[in-house]
Structure formats: C-alpha cells, structure tokens
C-alpha cells in the first residue's frame, strides 16, 4: 500500500476465494464490492478454473497454489498490520466458494473440511464477516449418470470422481460446511436452483448480475444499500489480470501486486 495513501483509512478489506464462478463473476463481484463499500477498499482475490483449496491445481498449461498456502494471506496480514500502525480498525469481508470443486480431484469431503477452516480461523482472527457457498446439491444430484460423465470429462479430465462417489460425498460434503460454518459464526448459503442450467457447476451468464448483488449483500445483513459505487461499472479488464505466481507450460511467471489500482488508491491483489 503506497505511503502517500496511508493517511487515509480503507472502507474495507475484501477477501474472496474461489474457483471458476468467482474467476466467471470476478468483474461483477468488483463492481459489487465497489458499490458495496464506497471509499477506499482492499480487495484481495485468489480464484481460478479448477482452484483448489489444499493442492496446487491443473488447468490446460497453467498451474496455481492452493488457496490456504498461496501469497494472498501474506499479503492480507500485511495490510492489516498497515491499518493498526496508523491506528485505523478496517472491517474485513470474505467471501468462500466452490468448496465442492476439490471432490474433483478426489479429495475427501473430511479432507476439504479441514482446508476451509484453516482459511476461516485466519479470518475467524481477523473478526471477519464471512460468507460461505455451499456446494449446489440440487444441481449434481439431478445430473444423471451421462451427464455427470460428460460434464466430468469436459472440465475435469483427469478427476478420478465416480457418479456413485459424487452421490455420496457431496451431500457430506455439504452438511460439514454447513455445520462448519455455524460453528465458527460464518454465514452460508445455498445458491438458488434457476442460477444453473444444463451446466451443474457454473451460474449462467444471464443470472450472474442477481446472484452475485444477492450474495455478497449478505455481509451487510439486512441493511440497505443505497449508495452508488464509482462510475464504470462492471469492467471486463479484470478477467484478464494476472495473479502474483503461476506456472504456464512449466515455467513460473510472477507478476507484482496489486494487479490493479484506481486513482483513490483502491486495489485488487491478485493470488
């Protein structure tokens, strides 16, 4: 964070986890945070098709960290230490989702339970608002066996998940999240059935607007949002910002953090 910016105080510091819906929605989910939260904000985003949250993850020719070990939390405590030396207690917000991806890469649902909490009591530390997406239940169970096949061997060529096992871990799966979540006082929810379609993993394009306003408007309870956030609206730039390490075609690329600033010092630090 620049020193000629220190004098001033954050809005708040924004935390988002996820995988292909956050990297599909990641525009909006800016423009969201950015109406959400008028003044200076933090935003601290670690996504990407296929993230997982325990395990460096495959997409074709790149690879990234896993979500608890990647720089964001680096990155995230030092912005924090910024704010308590200048005597300034920002509120944090997070956002966990995709949890049920890491079932692809045949991790068991105990396994991704321990990896999600690891990344919620470093929040949990931080006395963050926390909002958990639970796995679409709905949308796996109604699959069918050919679809699922089909499904699994478009986006996920190499996951050793059965039909059979899917039936049976991701139902586990969410009830830990959901009890995960209440014990440690975070919020959850269940994403609404008419957000997919014939595709069981992703949010249709149509629906992303209205599900992501419903969504991250949870870390403000019932409280209306009347204030309108900085002209410019949803940017589709922000898809193609880079995060601070990957590895593409086995050499490693690193790129310097933030990814992107505004002119009031605004920033997303990319993981």
Not at 62 to 70: A, M, N, Q, S, Y
Not at 108 to 119: A, G, H, K, L, M
Not at 215 to 227: D, F, K, Q, Y
């Amino acid at each position: 964070m620049p020193t000629d910016q220190a004098e001033i105080s954050d809005a708040a510091h924004v935390v988002v986890l996820g995988a292909s819906n956050v990297t599909l929605g990641f525009p909006r989910i800016v423009a969201e945070v950015r109406r959400l939260f008028p003044g200076r904000v933090q935003i601290f985003g670690a996504h990407g098709h296929g993230r997982s949250y325990g395990q460096p993850s495959w997409a074709p020719f790149r690879t990234l960290p896993g979500l608890k070990e990647c720089g964001l939390w680096d990155a995230f405590r030092a912005a924090r230490e910024t704010s308590r030396a200048a005597g300034q207690e920002v509120p944090v917000y997070a956002l966990l989702n995709d949890i049920g991806n890491d079932l692809l890469f045949g991790a068991s649902p105990e396994r991704i339970d321990e990896w999600v909490t690891e990344c919620l009591a470093r929040l949990q530390g931080e006395n963050a608002r926390i909002t958990i997406g639970r796995p679409p239940v709905f949308a796996l169970e109604r699959l069918g066996r050919t679809r699922f096949m089909a499904t699994r061997t478009f986006f996920f060529p190499k996951s050793p998940l059965t039909y059979e096992r899917m039936l049976e871990d991701v139902p586990k799966l969410d009830s830990l999240i959901a009890a995960r979540a209440a014990a440690m006082g975070a919020g959850s929810f269940v994403p609404r059935p008419e957000w997919y379609g014939f595709d069981p993993i992703h949010i249709r394009a149509r629906w992303r607007p209205a599900a992501w306003n419903e969504i991250l408007r949870r870390w403000l309870g019932e409280a209306m949002v009347t204030a309108e956030g900085p002209a410019g609206g949803v940017r589709r730039r922000h898809w193609l910002l880079a995060p601070a390490e990957r590895t593409i075609r086995g050499a490693k690329r690193i790129r310097a953090q933030p990814a992107f600033r505004w002119d009031d010092g605004s920033a997303i630090w990319l993981y």
